[in-house]
């Protein structure tokens, strides 16, 4: 780790340290490292795939080219697991220091990790929903049946536009969850944004609040924001790397306080 890095990494250890309800803001870059490809940036999907196969007017169009798209992306999504960047901000919760985790992805591995209140402001793409009758499943039983039968017909009653339970560009986030996020971040005493690129609206608003309610936005990516020059620290590097000693030095900065 570079020396401006570690600069960096202890003055938002110390921010960290005198939390009590610091909020997590992230994005695909958190899960690069569980083997799910980000949208953006390096190595993002964008780069080699339209955008516009996530938009809900291509899936109702021809869902069964969404699913000839989506099931190789469904196998990968399905297969990960919680890296240490997940495991940490548990560390975090555990140590009374982070009260939620709002997330833009819908892969679900803050939940599989343990953290307690997740909110999933783009859904959760481990479950499938029918468009005709609300009939939700499992996506690993529908990933099964992608063999024999694509699109995928919905059980209950026939229809076939089965479609993930995540957010496609083009629909609206839910109404709950997004309610709560903004109230978490009105409400948190640090924002720490990890491994999003803070473009994606509405969802970008939430560091935004944050910041405007006088809370220190902390900002981890692997590459730069729109929101750098708000931060009060900007951590470049992977999550899976700093967020661990990210936790490590927030438990030895307390230590002067407490003696
Ligand atoms: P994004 O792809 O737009 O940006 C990811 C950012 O993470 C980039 O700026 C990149 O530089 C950074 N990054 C990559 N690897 C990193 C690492 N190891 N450590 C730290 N940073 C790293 O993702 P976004 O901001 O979440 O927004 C995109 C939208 O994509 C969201 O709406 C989300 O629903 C969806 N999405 C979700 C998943 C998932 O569930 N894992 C994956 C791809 C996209
Ligand atoms: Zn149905």
Redesign the pocket.
């Known amino acids: 780790m570079a020396d401006d890095a570690s600069g960096a990494l202890a003055r938002a250890g110390e921010l960290l340290a005198n939390a009590k309800r610091a909020v997590a803001f992230t ?7 569980s083997g ?7 190595g ?2 964008w780069n080699t795939t339209s955008p516009n196969t996530s938009s809900i007017d291509f899936f109702i169009n021809d869902p069964g080219a969404y699913w000839e798209v989506a099931k190789g992306r469904g196998a990968t999504l399905l297969a990960a697991r919680p890296n240490p960047a997940h495991e940490a901000l548990v560390e975090l919760e555990r140590a009374g220091k982070l009260k939620a985790v709002i997330t ?4 679900g591995l803050h939940l599989l990790a343990g953290s307690s209140e997740v909110i999933e402001l ?1 859904g959760n ?1 481990r479950e499938v929903v029918c468009l005709d009758c609300g009939n939700r499943e499992p996506r690993s039983h529908v990933q099964a049946r992608l063999e024999e039968e694509l699109p995928p017909r919905c059980l209950r009653c026939g229809g076939v536009p089965m479609k993930p339970a ?1 957010v496609f560009f083009g629909e609206a986030m839910p109404e709950e969850a997004t309610g709560r996020a903004f109230e978490l971040a009105e409400e948190c005493d640090l924002m720490l944004v ?7 609206y509405p ?1 970008a608003q939430v560091p935004l609040i944050a910041h405007e309610a006088g809370a220190p936005l902390v900002i ?4 730069p ?1 729109p929101f750098d020059d708000l931060a009060t620290v900007i951590l470049r ?4 790397e700093f967020l661990p000693e990210l936790v490590r030095l927030s438990q030895a900065a307390r230590e002067p306080d407490n003696s």
């Open positions: 994005g695909a870059g958190i899960s690069q490292k799910i490809q980000t949208y953006r940036g390096k993002g999907l833009q992805n819908v892969d783009h793409g995540a990890v491994g999003s690129s803070l473009v994606v969802a981890l990516n692997a590459e924001t590097g992977q999550a899976g």
